[in-house]
């Protein structure tokens, strides 16, 4: 029992655990070492043509000269009357020939614990002692001669009741190869596998709850670009979700697997939000423009398999766009407003997944990358609602000689759902070779029933969590093992949001790791605080660009989404991916502001004492503009006032999609001279939009000095105008009266009486005029 403690306090190995299955891949004998050795048994085949048969070039001995490779166990768990099949291969790694050779089968021991079970699983080269004698007799696989380099395929069935198995539990099961070379005559092993033969005939009592999380989880693929049509089709950065959609891709293969297995979904609603927006008409970037997207078919038919998957089966839904909790807590919490798109994620991801897929979700837990917490990271997760939080017991550690429950209560109405480290690791690595998929699902099982026999009369809960992304082969791994329990032996199946309400185990911890114990590879993954800042900015020119847009909901739905997706934990181990991704809204969204500017304007000359001052406002939007001011400031008040006796004046702005305002302010001048002029647009609530514009008005002012000397000049002009007027008109009257005096001269005799005379004293004649 005290070995049990030793898994529970080890974080587990799984790069140990597929180094030793990968070995046979590292390098190869050229295939002509082979042939110069000899001719190989007729079922040889050339090392390199099978999968897992690749060999290396070094002088290897030992038990490690031959690769064997275990590429099936059926049944995976046997009871009584079954009879086991193994089959695999052996590939000679050495450089010479490996003669009189047989395959063999070694059963036991029993394993008594957990730990034993993963000391097991390291070994690597056979231990005389330790590993059992092989059964022998029938049981056996004959291969006269396998040349350096080269393979065998082999197959060996044996009944269960030939394995000595005596009692319920785990057993190491292993196939060898014997054989002798001519360096080293005299047969003895020369190479192992091993792996584990669960063995439980009846049902337990008590059988383990056991809960297992299937992740329909992906990277961001949608941009902040949409369409200017009405329904704002979406833009992609590419087209590659398709691949994984299509039948055979990995997501295909998780909703084709996961629709008959028992399992909880944990579905990133951005990944059905993309795959909704795909079953519809979307564009592709490409190069400098965007192509219409054309894998509408492939996205219908995923999303119609999944919908059809999750009819009546519990989903859990995380956060929009799957945020990095723990770079949130560790980086971005101190940039302000990081936090505060948490709420909002939580919110949109419960009608995202209730819309698309008709069903309801639980959007009450946070899933922090590989389980692993520290206080700031439970802050974080649960500052947006979230009462459950999802760790691994490699984060929370207990020193127990069993596996406890996984729900455990952390006070603040918090419960931490431990998965179990070592199970929620067993299907990483490389699961496309045969062998390393059996080994996979063979320790999987036999580590679920030594749980359930640790204690066998007390029932437990315990969840799994695997790998967020699993590949189609690890995802067909994860089935394989999942179908080796449908028997129902000693697990059965429970939902996440059921297994977060089991009874605690009062003996399980409920301390939070501290910081320093968090884990320094996952701490160098994180997004750096420049991320967050570069989001910060982002969200602070969205929120000053949306108070002036007329339809803002066209551009703060998309830029908010992808805002979310900036933050999203895919983007963990692309650091460069994400800065793109992260420079590309943000430019786009500066490149929409910028469609609202000041139109640039020449200098002005102002002759007068008042005037008008027009500044011209552009909108080249597709929506109109509004809750805009037009701040026109005069550089010099001395010489030029605006809006009556003051230095500044703002007028509104109100444009039309595609229009251009002319707004005109009223100036008066004092004095000559250049005045700088400043034009700034500002939101309604003073925050300055776009850039300012600068001119010059060069007053030439009239005072009332010159005026009176103008107006002078000016009567003087027109006295000056009307005298010569007059003295020509009596010019020309008196011509004519001399013009008129010669005519009658020349027409009567000239009269020798003066004109005038004396006054006589006679009476005037009859008729005549009397001058009196």
């Given amino acids: 029992m005290a070995e049990a403690a030793d898994i529970q306090g080890t974080l587990p190995s799984p790069a140990r655990r597929w180094l030793r299955r990968t070995a046979s891949l590292l390098a190869g004998a050229p295939l002509i070492a082979g042939l110069l050795q000899g001719a190989v048994a007729p079922s040889a085949v050339a090392a390199g043509t099978v999968e897992t048969s690749a060999v290396t070039a070094g002088n290897a001995t030992g038990s490690r000269t031959v690769d064997v490779s275990l590429d099936t166990l059926t049944p995976t768990a046997p009871v009584e009357g079954d009879t086991v099949t193994l089959s695999g291969t052996v590939t000679n790694q050495g450089k010479q020939t490996v003669t009189d050779a047989t395959v063999d089968v070694r059963v036991g021991p029993r394993m008594t614990s957990r730990s034993e079970i993963e000391q097991v699983s390291g070994r690597t080269g056979f231990r005389p002692g330790s590993d059992p004698s092989p059964l022998g007799g029938q049981y056996t696989v004959k291969v006269p001669r396998l040349a350096a380099g080269f393979s065998q395929e082999f197959r060996l069935s044996v009944p269960v009741d030939k394995l000595g198995l005596d009692d319920e539990g785990v057993y190491q099961l292993g196939v060898s190869l014997s054989g002798q070379t001519s360096s080293q005559p005299g047969k003895r092993v020369l190479g192992i596998e091993r792996t584990f033969l669960p063995y439980q005939p009846e049902a337990t009592e008590k059988k383990t709850q056991l809960t297992y999380l299937w992740p329909l989880i992906s990277s961001a693929h949608v941009s902040a670009e949409t369409g200017t049509d009405d329904q704002q089709t979406p833009v992609f950065e590419n087209d590659d979700l398709a691949a994984e959609l299509a039948p055979g891709g990995r997501l295909d293969q998780m909703v084709t697997l996961g629709k008959e297995l028992p399992i909880t979904w944990v579905i990133d609603p951005d ?74 994620a939580t919110e949109l991801a419960g009608t995202t997944v209730e819309t698309i897929l008709h069903v309801k979700p639980s959007t009450d837990f946070s899933w922090p990358v590989d389980g692993a917490v520290d206080p700031s990271i439970m802050d974080v997760a649960t500052s947006a609602g979230a009462h459950k939080v999802i760790a691994r017991s490699d984060s929370f550690r207990d020193d127990l000689p069993y596996t406890p429950t996984a729900a455990r209560p952390i006070g603040g109405g918090t419960t931490a759902v431990v998965s179990d480290a070592y199970l929620s690791t067993a299907f990483e690595g490389d699961m496309l070779p045969a062998g390393n998929s059996t080994l996979a699902v063979q320790e999987f099982l036999a580590q679920t029933l030594a749980v359930t026999l640790e204690q066998p009369d007390r029932q437990r809960s315990i969840v799994v969590a695997p790998q967020r992304v699993p590949t189609a082969s690890q995802a067909q791994s994860m089935a394989d093992g999942l179908r080796g329990l449908s028997a129902q032996r000693w697990t059965q199946p429970l939902d996440l949001t059921a297994a977060s309400a089991v009874k605690p185990d009062p003996e399980a911890s409920t301390k939070v790791p501290s910081a320093s114990r968090y884990p320094r590879q996952l701490r160098k993954q994180e997004l750096p605080v420049e991320a967050f800042r570069d989001m910060k900015d982002t969200r602070a020119d969205l929120d ?168 002078g000049g000016v009567l003087l002009l027109v006295l000056a105008g009307a005298r010569m007027y007059t003295q020509r008109k009596r010019a020309a009257a008196r011509n004519a009266e001399a013009e008129a005096a010669e005519a009658g001269d020349s027409e009567q005799p000239s009269d020798p009486t003066p004109d005038t005379g004396p006054e006589s004293g006679d009476p005037s004649g009859a008729g005549e005029k009397v001058d009196r």
Avoid: C
């Fill in 544 to 711: 000053d660009f949306k108070v002036v847009l007329t339809q803002a909901d066209r551009v703060v739905t998309p830029f908010g989404n992808a805002i979310s997706r900036e933050m999203s934990t895919s983007w963990r181990g692309q650091a460069p991916a994400a800065s793109l991704y992260r420079i590309t809204v943000h430019q786009y969204l500066q490149s929409l502001t910028r469609e609202v500017q000041l139109v640039e304007k020449s200098d002005l000359t102002l002759s007068g004492r008042s005037a008008t001052i027009p500044v011209t406002v552009q909108n080249k939007l597709l929506q109109g503009v509004d809750d805009l001011v037009l701040r026109l400031t005069s550089g010099n008040k001395t010489r030029l006032k605006l809006n009556g006796d003051d230095d500044v004046a703002e007028l509104p702005v109100k444009i039309a999609a595609g229009h251009s305002q002319s707004v005109k302010f009223t100036a008066s001048a004092n004095a000559n001279g250049p005045v700088p002029m400043t034009a700034q647009l500002f939101t309604t609530d003073g925050t300055p939009y776009g850039k300012p514009m600068t001119f010059t008005v060069k007053v030439s002012e009239i005072t009332p000095t010159v005026m009176l000397v103008i107006a």
């Fill in 271 to 344: 990944l059905l939000a993309t795959v909704d927006a795909m079953t519809k008409s979307y564009q592709v970037k490409d190069g400098t423009g965007t192509v219409p997207g054309t894998k509408q078919t492939v996205a219908k038919r995923w999303m119609d398999s999944l919908q059809k998957a999750v009819v009546g089966r519990k989903v859990v839904a995380l956060p929009f766009a799957d945020p990095d909790i723990a770079s949130l807590a560790h980086r971005g919490k101190d940039v302000p407003g990081s936090l505060s798109h948490l709420q909002p």
